[in-house]
């Protein structure tokens, strides 16, 4: 893993696995799409789950607290745009090892 800034961020390729790195905190795991000029679309791994709007996440997330029998579903095919602009933001890159270690680690959990 490596840390880079915004504009060596904005230069990786699609498929570029990272998380913001704001300095001791990591925040995230996600997948880089297609760049924008100084923005970018991404795929979050940890918090995106199946739902049509910003509406109907909060009300899915209400009701998976209040009822233990509702299960959330990820939603692995959706994109975002990141759209904050912070020319100051930081990147935790992981690298080709990085990203086999924790596929190997998920796939032990199975």
């Known amino acids: 893993m490596k840390i880079i800034n915004r504009k060596?961020?904005?230069e990786t390729t699609e498929g570029t696995i990272y998380s913001k790195f704001d300095p001791y905190i990591i925040d995230g795991l996600y997948i880089k799409n297609e760049s924008l000029g100084n923005d970018w679309y991404y795929q979050d791994l940890i918090s995106s789950i199946e739902c049509n709007d910003s509406g109907e996440y909060t009300d899915k997330l209400f009701k998976?607290?209040?009822d233990p029998e509702y299960e959330l579903r990820q939603d692995y095919n959706?994109?975002?745009r990141d759209g904050l602009f912070d020319e100051t933001q930081l990147f935790l890159i992981y690298d080709k090892d990085?990203?086999?270690?924790?596929?190997?680690?998920?796939?032990?959990?199975l």
């Open 8 to 10: 060596q961020f904005l």
């Open 64 to 66: 998976a607290k209040n």
């Open 78 to 80: 959706t994109s975002q």
């Open 98 to 109: 990085d990203v086999v270690k924790l596929m190997k680690a998920l796939f032990e959990t």
